[in-house]
């Protein structure tokens, strides 16, 4: 618990230390990167996450995914529960407010089931090449991905400067398959399997 704690810590103060304008171009690179992804472009769900302080920013390929003609998905959290709800938007001007913690969210709700969903695009704190990712530690992605389909492909946008050797796993954590950064995307689970995480997908479903 502490070498988590320590390393959310040490990796969001070096993610915070970025100047926008470094930011807003490493996120472009990373969005140029997704787009050309043959995953990316088979997909025709796609859940997306609002980008919300240093994260990757994520507004710039929403947009780009809805003129495409995408099925975008974003995440509602219930605060109470500490779950996730996908809904669909269709404009993202018109679509979305600040919602939980100041972060966009759809202004009403069009419910998208899991199953239906054919990539999620995860945000995260810090990553190793394995998939394995620490968020901000309320597990709330992790619930929602045990609601899957196990084809569903998983993607994580990252710096670089978040990819560590190694991140600290707990049994109900979920790697993701890959990661885009600005410089390279990372090949870390075949695409059907989703780790650990995949058992405990199959034993809700039985």
Same mark, same amino acid.
């Given at each position: /618990? ?20 470094? /930011? /807003? ?30 994260e ?47 972060i ?14 054919? /990539? ?24 929602f ?26 049994p ?35």
């Amino acid at each position: /618990m502490l070498k988590k704690r320590s390393l959310r810590k040490d990796i969001l103060e070096q993610r915070n230390n970025q100047g926008s304008k470094e /930011m /807003m171009k490493k996120s472009k690179k990373i969005e140029e990167r997704l787009f050309e992804m043959t995953q990316f472009k088979e997909a025709w769900t796609i859940m997306f996450y609002a980008s919300f302080k240093s994260e990757v920013r994520t507004e710039s390929m929403i947009r780009k995914a809805l003129a495409l003609g995408k099925r975008v998905v974003l995440p509602i959290l219930e605060t109470q529960s500490g779950e996730l709800d996908a809904s669909r938007i269709q404009d993202f001007d018109q679509d979305l407010q600040p919602g939980a913690y100041g972060i966009l969210e759809p202004k009403q709700t069009q419910p998208v089931d899991a199953l239906e969903i054919d /990539m999620v695009i995860l945000p995260g704190i810090v990553f190793d090449e394995r998939g394995h990712r620490l968020g901000y530690g309320g597990g709330c992605y992790d619930r929602f991905l045990n609601k899957i389909n196990p084809q569903t492909i998983l993607v994580g946008l990252a710096y670089e400067l978040q990819l560590v050797n190694e991140v600290p796993t707990a049994p109900h954590d979920i790697p993701v398959h890959k990661i885009v950064t600005e410089e390279r995307i990372i090949d870390c689970l075949p695409v059907g399997r989703h780790g650990k995480g995949e058992e405990i997908w199959r034993s809700s479903k039985s």
